[in-house]
C-alpha cells in the first residue's frame, strides 16, 4: 500500500501538532513536511522536510492540512494555485476574498472545506436544516462556547450551522443574521437567527441550535470534548480527498452524510 504524503500547514499549533502526533498512527498516511515561520518548538522526525519555503513545504506532500490563520490560509491558497495539491482546509474566520480564493483554488485541486470536521456536527447541520423547515414560526437562537485562545467569532461552526438553519428557510443569512443585543433594541423580529459568541477557560467546542416557540422549544447541541475529534477527522478527509477530481467538497461529502 503507498503511503499519503501529508503536509501540515500551522504545525506548532493546538490542532497541528495533535495532528503530528496522530499521523505516527494513521495506516497509510504519514508526514512529510511542515510550514514553519521560524522554527519549532518540538522535536519531529528527521525525515521531515521542515521549512519557511512554501512552494517546497507544497511540493514535497501529496496532500496538505490547513489549521492556520485566515491570513496564513490565503497565502497557502495563492502558492497552491501555482502548485496544485489536494487541500483540507479548517481554518475558520475566513473573509470573503478568502473565500472566493478558495473556490478558485478547487477549480484546479480537490479543496476539501470544513469548519467542523467532526462527524457529530455533519449531522447536527443536516438535523438543523430538517428542524428549521419543520418548526415554522419558531424562533431560532444559536449559542457557542469556546476556549479562550480562540480569536474569531462567531465560530466557523455556528455560522455553517446559522446557514443550514437559514437554507432550511429559504433565508438570506446576511440579512438575517444577529450577531448581538444590547440596549433598548425593540422586540425580536420574526425572521432573525441570532448567532452569539462566549469564551472561556479550556471550552474545546459547544454548539447548541435552540428552536423556540410558545409553549415548547427544542435546543440540538454538539459539544465537542477533545480536541482529537478535529485531526482525527481531518485525516480522514485528507485520506478521501487524495484520490479525488478538482472541485469544492464538504465534509458531508466525505462521510456521505
Ligand atoms: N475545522 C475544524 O474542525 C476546526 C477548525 N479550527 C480552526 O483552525 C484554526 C487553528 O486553530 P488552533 O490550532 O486552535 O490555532 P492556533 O493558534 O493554536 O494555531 C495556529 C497555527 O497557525 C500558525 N500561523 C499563524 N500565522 C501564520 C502565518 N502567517 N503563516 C503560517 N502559519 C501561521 C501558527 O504558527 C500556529 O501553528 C482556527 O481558525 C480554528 O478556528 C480549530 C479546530 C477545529
Ligand atoms: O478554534 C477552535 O478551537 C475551533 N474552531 C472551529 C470553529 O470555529 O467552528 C471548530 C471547533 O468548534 C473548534
Redesign the pocket.
Known amino acids: 500500500m503507498t503511503t499519503i504524503k501529508v503536509g501540515v500547514f500551522g504545525a506548532s499549533g493546538?490542532?497541528g501538532k495533535l495532528l503530528i502526533e496522530d499521523l505516527k498512527n494513521t495506516q497509510g498516511m504519514g508526514l512529510s513536511s511542515v510550514y514553519v515561520r521560524n522554527s519549532l518548538d518540538f522535536a519531529i522526525d528527521p525525515s521531515v522536510l521542515v521549512t519557511s519555503d512554501m512552494h517546497s513545504f507544497i511540493g514535497a506532500s501529496d496532500i496538505i492540512i490547513d489549521f492556520s490563520l485566515p491570513e496564513a490560509c490565503e497565502a497557502l491558497l495563492e502558492e497552491a494555485i501555482k502548485t496544485p495539491k489536494p487541500l483540507v482546509i479548517?481554518t475558520?474566520?475566513l473573509n470573503t476574498h478568502q473565500l472566493n480564493l478558495l473556490k478558485q483554488a478547487s477549480e484546479l485541486m480537490p479543496v476539501l472545506y470544513a469548519?467542523?470536521m467532526s462527524l457529530g456536527v455533519a449531522l447536527l447541520n443536516k438535523l438543523v436544516h430538517q428542524a428549521s423547515a419543520a418548526l415554522e414560526g419558531f424562533d431560532i437562537e444559536i449559542v457557542?462556547m469556546?476556549?479562550r485562545h480562540?480569536k474569531?467569532a462567531p465560530?466557523?461552526?455556528?455560522l455553517t450551522l446559522a446557514e443550514s438553519a437559514a437554507n432550511g428557510r429559504n433565508l438570506d443569512l446576511d440579512k438575517v443574521r444577529v450577531s448581538g443585543r444590547d440596549g433598548n433594541i425593540g422586540e425580536r423580529t420574526k425572521d432573525e437567527i441570532a448567532v452569539m459568541a462566549l469564551r472561556g477557560g479550556d471550552i474545546?467546542?459547544r454548539?447548541t441550535v435552540g428552536f423556540y416557540n410558545d409553549g415548547e422549544f427544542i435546543e440540538l447541541n454538539h459539544t465537542?470534548t477533545s480536541?482529537n475529534t478535529?485531526s482525527k477527522g481531518a485525516l480522514r478527509a485528507g485520506k478521501w480527498l487524495s484520490d479525488k477530481e478538482p472541485g469544492l467538497y464538504s465534509i458531508s461529502d466525505c462521510l456521505e452524510l
Not at 465560530?155 to 455556528?158: L, M
Open positions: 493546538r490542532v479548517g475558520t474566520g469548519t467542523n457557542e469556546h476556549h480562540k474569531d465560530s466557523g461552526t455556528a474545546v467546542g454548539h465537542a480536541r478535529f
